[in-house]
């Protein structure tokens, strides 16, 4: 009460004041994106952005892309098998490597359209990530909040929005463990989660790029156990290409980190691994 009352002193004559516990008023957190007339800059004079502007949280640069999540050269013809495109994942993701036009966090060169699934579905066939029981968990765990109320837990299409109070939602959500899903490549997968279809929306807000690919490891491991097969971290029976046990990936080329040395003017320096695998050239705005 003593220090409510006498904590703090209005500035005036010889005193210069005080005030208890500033940061109270003058919010720490706060002040990173706030230009308040409290503090004594005054670079706002000389700029031409607003006041208003210079406060605002601001976006990333468009195209901006988070360190080790280039886009992934899934596609037709760049790999023989689908272990060379997990391994050439893996060594992307740890050199940073860009490999896609910048065209949003993470590449997606395929438009939201019948066409556009159609050419995912032709050309995106493997999965980047091998198969691990982590990734598997993960999956699960993401499958069943965003995927399962609808497609259900065993992804056969009967999830409790159907299932409850029948008929509420109005349409049938896709049996992912029918045969066309299962002999489906991985892009009609992945095509789906971005763009989602007709009654169902899109997730690419809601997952990250690989956690959609998790989410694609679980369902393929929902129609394992649908068809009795395997598909984990050691063996899978159920189609091959579509997923590679960690077991059986073979050990990635050790790829030397970009050199700290400063570079002695003669070669220009090089950052990381930056070969243009584009996907066919398709310019979109689809940046997810
Ligand atoms: C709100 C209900 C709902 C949710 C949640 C949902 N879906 Fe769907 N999904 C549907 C419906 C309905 C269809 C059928 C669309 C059609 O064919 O018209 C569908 C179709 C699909 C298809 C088939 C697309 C094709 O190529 O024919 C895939 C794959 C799919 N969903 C995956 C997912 C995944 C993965 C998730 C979670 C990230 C998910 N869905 C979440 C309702 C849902």
Known sequence: MLFGIFGCQQAGGESTGSEMI???????????NVLTNYSFHSFDEHS?????????PRLPVNGTIPRGYAGMANYNGVYGSAEDAVISTMNRMKTGGIAYTANG????????SEEGRTLATQQI???PFPITEGGLAKGKELYNIYCGICHGEKGDGGGYLV???GGKYPAQPANL??????????GRFYHGIVYGKNAMGAYADKLSFEERWQVIHYIRS???TARKAKYDSKANTLVSEYGVPEALVPKPTPTPPPSPMPNDGKTPPTGGDHSHDDAGGHSTSGGH
């Open 163 to 165: 299932r409850d109070n």
């Open 105 to 112: 966090h993470v590449p997606y060169a395929y438009p939201d």
């Open 125 to 127: 066939r493997y999965n």
């Open 48 to 56: 031409v952005v607003s006041r208003r502007e210079l406060s605002q």
């Open 22 to 32: 500033p940061d109270m008023a003058h919010s720490v957190a706060y002040e990173a």
């Open 222 to 224: 929902l129609q394992a």
């Open 177 to 186: 463990v029918d045969s066309l899903f299962v002999f489906s490549s991985n």
